[in-house]
Antibody, heavy 117, light 111 residues
């Protein structure tokens, strides 16, 4: 069955970096685009970044553009999110999700990121 | 770009029906039949309940139905059950650079 497992979250200070990973299994990873979506404490869902199946290009929310980079390694069935210059407002649970058509049909359980001094 | 507009909360008694609305613009909900709905229980990941406005993924009860009129999409849950109590988020494809836009979420309470 489809499984997405995020890792790499933690507590970091403002201005530092963190790299999240999302290990995919149970489907042809290289055939699907992938999203990162985050949820701040007590808040709603916010789309963060998208990468198409070929991995040539990422697209980003304004709030993270220039600071975050989405990438993938299809040989390892793994999605990444490199987060630089972290801010307090980046504190959230980060989910990876599989794109299927025009929807996200499977989501991981999320990894928490806390940016605090 | 502002989030899609959802009511903050709705409620209903077991067995009743409730409808959650999701209002966007002619650039997102009104432009495409690519509206999805997600259910999220506390502490859990979102779960896809409806996609392409009115298509149910395998395993989702037929008590859940979706529709759209103009710039507003709706999720209707009939025969409410206790386990339906959760947060619900709508999501639409958009022709702006963000590609994807979420609603602010609706808390469903089963009385």
């Amino acid at each position: 069955q489809v499984q997405l497992v995020e890792s790499g979250g933690g507590v970091v200070q403002p201005g530092t970096s963190l790299r999240l990973s999302c290990a995919a299994s149970g489907f042809s990873f290289s055939s699907h685009g992938m999203n990162w979506v985050r949820q701040a404490p007590g808040k709603g869902l916010e789309w963060v970044a998208l990468i198409w199946y070929h991995g040539n290009k990422g697209e980003y929310a304004d709030s993270v553009k220039g600071r975050f980079t989405i990438s993938r390694d299809n040989s390892k069935n793994t999605l990444y999110l490199q987060m630089n210059s972290l801010r307090a407002e980046d504190t959230a649970v980060y989910y990876c999700a599989r794109i299927n058509g025009y929807t996200d049909d499977y989501w991981g359980q999320g990894t928490p990121v806390i940016v605090s001094s | 770009q502002s989030a899609l507009t959802q009511p903050r909360s709705v409620s209903g008694s077991p067995g009743q029906s409730v409808t959650i609305s999701c209002t966007g613009t002619s650039s997102d909900v009104g432009a495409y039949n690519y509206v999805s709905w997600y259910q999220q229980h506390p502490g859990e990941a979102p779960k896809l309940m409806m996609y392409d406005v009115n298509k149910r993924p395998s395993g989702v009860p037929d008590r859940f139905s979706g529709s759209k009129s103009g710039n507003t999409a709706s999720l209707t849950i009939s025969g409410l059950q206790a386990e339906d109590e959760a947060d619900y988020y709508c999501c639409s494809y958009t022709d702006t650079y963000t590609d994807v836009i979420f609603g602010g979420g609706t808390q469903l309470t089963v009385l």
